[in-house]
Each structure stands twice: as structure tokens, then as C-alpha cells.
Nanobody
């Protein structure tokens, strides 16, 4: 089983930046999609950004132009660079790995991001 360990969350002021990291315990060789989701208090979990195994990216309209998803294959790590943070970005952020052929999802433990003055 693949384990995903997240880090990088914290408290920042509006306009600040954070970089989230998600390290996988195993290198993935099969077709997959990796991404970031978030869940704010009292709201449903929503997609933030995704990246396919052939590096096609997709972003929620609310974060496009501010957030960037990337990966370092050597480190088996996925990143989410968050710039120009807004209070509405406050949420628990979850890393996700979807294995296409077996239709199985793996989730990180979640990391809290709080944007407040």
C-alpha cells in the first residue's frame, strides 16, 4: 500500500505564500493522477489542482494563476505552491493519488492552511 505524508501547512497573512509537500512511500510506475483537494469548515471537499502521469495539469478557477502543482520524481514528492493567499483559501489540504487501472485512491493525512491577519 502507498503511503502519502503531507507537510508545509501553517498560518500566514493574506497575500503570503506556502508550499505544501506530499511524499510517497513508493514510486508509481502505472497510469495515475495526483492532486490536491481541500475542505473548509462546514463545506464539502473540493478539487484544487491535479496532474496526470503525463504532466497534464488542471486547476480550480478560484486558484488558477495563484497556485502551481508540480512534482519531483527523484524525491517521489508532489508540491503545491500557493501564492497570493486569501482568507477563503483557509482549509485542510489533502494530497491524493489515483491509480487508474485499479481505480484505487490514496490520501494524505491532511495539513491545515490558515490565512488570517
Amino acid at each position: 500500500q502507498v503511503q502519502l505524508v503531507e507537510s508545509g501547512g501553517g498560518v500566514v497573512e493574506p497575500g503570503g505564500s506556502l508550499r505544501l509537500s506530499c511524499a510517497a512511500s513508493l514510486r508509481i510506475f502505472t497510469l495515475h493522477t495526483m492532486g490536491w483537494y481541500r475542505q473548509a469548515p462546514g463545506k464539502q471537499r473540493e478539487l484544487v489542482a491535479t496532474m496526470t502521469s503525463d504532466s497534464i495539469t488542471n486547476y480550480a478557477d478560484s486558484v488558477k494563476g495563484r497556485f502551481t502543482i508540480s512534482r519531483d520524481n527523484a524525491k517521489k514528492t508532489v508540491y503545491l505552491q500557493m501564492n497570493s493567499l486569501k482568507p477563503e483559501d483557509t482549509a485542510v489540504y489533502y494530497c491524493n493519488l489515483n491509480l487508474i487501472n485499479v481505480q484505487r485512491n490514496y490520501w494524505g493525512q491532511g495539513t491545515q492552511v490558515t490565512v488570517s491577519s
